[in-house]
């Protein structure tokens, strides 16, 4: 794809045109909103032609990929091709929860099974019967949990916590990680024989650096998204400003794609973007706020949690990534959000059963 075609694309004047412009696929959806998977790049045209290929089978998929690069928008598109498409797509994310939560959550629980369980409640695993449960971070799933899930993937079978009987459940499941999770069995971290189950079918989400090919399609793509009724929809582009866009190497990827077009959608004025509007950081990439001044007004607990929740901006909310970012834990991560009061916002990720 050469750069000359790409840079005719910001004047395409609505998605519909994208869509027929390029690779272009909507799962169903419920909801008004519609996802598009938006692409143009060989890349992610081979990478669509096997999710066609894997998604009517019964094979266990697992999404690689870094942060932001649409792992949960390609296990949606699994299951939305799969004859389970009717059924419900559940997520839940391994890492967002303490483990005796994550259990309950995952397989339910009985009533008086422990203290708080004032009621019977139907895991997401029993939840999603008939259709996909999407594990996403499964890299952090304790080691005790990974044994029932094992025990569900081999026999067919949950027992909610405190529950005698066995519960028949069918599920496909779709796992996600943005971990080497060969590296995390290697470590002892993952079970080997889970690892196995999981991962019949691989499935790589590029990062945005290696399809630059997708940038200005996705650009022109988020700056028609929102309600139809927003008056900011719709703005163009100007070439230079697209050309900046897509030189940058987006770490945070297609998330921090989203959210730079989102921004630009609301804030910039006139209708035309260009190179000024654009973030500093993204113009000049290169000069990083170093922040080693030292300030005697800055206590250096108030420096750790700026630089704690900038790295979580930098990699679009995602923990994981952030917390390999800061060369820390998960669990150190979710202490310090519990500290500074910003927990719930960053770290609740548990979604509910649609049907
Ligand atoms: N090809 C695409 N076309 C349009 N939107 C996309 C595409 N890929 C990703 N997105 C959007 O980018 C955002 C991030 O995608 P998604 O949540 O699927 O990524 P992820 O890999 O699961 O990220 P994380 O690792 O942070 O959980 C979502 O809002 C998604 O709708
Ligand atoms: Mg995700």
Request: net charge neutral; charged share 25%.
């Amino acid at each position: 794809m050469s750069d000359s075609n790409a840079s005719s694309l910001p004047h395409l004047p609505s998605s519909q045109a994208q869509a027929q412009a390029s690779g272009a696929w909507s799962p169903q959806q419920k909801s008004s909103e519609t996802r598009l998977i938006i692409y143009r790049s060989d890349v992610m045209t081979q990478l669509m032609k096997m999710i066609e290929r894997v998604a009517p089978s019964q094979a266990n998929v697992l999404v690689l990929g870094e942060s932001g690069t649409g792992k949960e928008l390609l296990a949606r598109a699994l299951h939305e091709k799969s004859a389970r498409k009717s059924k419900p797509f559940v997520a839940i994310n391994c890492g967002a929860l303490r483990e005796t939560l994550l259990e309950s959550e995952l397989f339910g629980h009985e009533k008086g099974s422990f203290t708080g369980a004032y009621s019977r409640k139907i895991g997401l695993a029993e939840a999603a019967n008939g259709g996909t449960l999407f594990l996403d971070e499964i890299g952090e799933l304790p080691l005790s949990i990974q044994a029932k899930l094992l025990r569900f993937i081999q026999e067919g079978e949950i027992f909610r916590v405190g529950g005698k009987e066995s519960i028949k459940v069918d599920i496909r499941l779709v796992c996600a990680t943005n971990r080497e999770l060969d590296q995390e069995v290697v470590r002892g971290a993952f079970r080997e024989d889970l690892f196995y189950r999981i991962n019949t079918i691989v499935v790589s989400a590029p990062p945005l650096r290696r399809r630059k090919e997708d940038i200005p399609i996705l650009v022109t793509h988020f700056l028609n998204s929102g309600s139809p009724t927003f008056l900011n929809r719709g703005k163009t582009i100007d070439e230079e400003a697209m050309a900046v866009l897509t030189k940058y190497e987006w770490p945070g990827n297609i998330r921090e794609l989203q959210n730079v077009c989102e921004r630009l959608q609301i804030l910039s004025e006139g209708h035309m973007i260009m190179v000024n509007d654009l973030p500093d950081s993204i113009r000049n990439p290169e000069t990083k706020d170093e922040g080693t001044e030292f300030d005697p007004s800055v206590p250096l607990y108030e420096l750790e949690k700026r630089y704690i929740l900038k790295a979580l901006g930098h990699y679009g909310g995602n923990k994981t990534q952030a917390a390999q970012g800061l060369g820390i834990t998960i669990k150190t991560l979710y202490n310090k959000l519990h500290e500074y009061g910003e927990f719930e916002k960053y770290a609740v990720h548990s979604k509910p059963a649609k049907d």
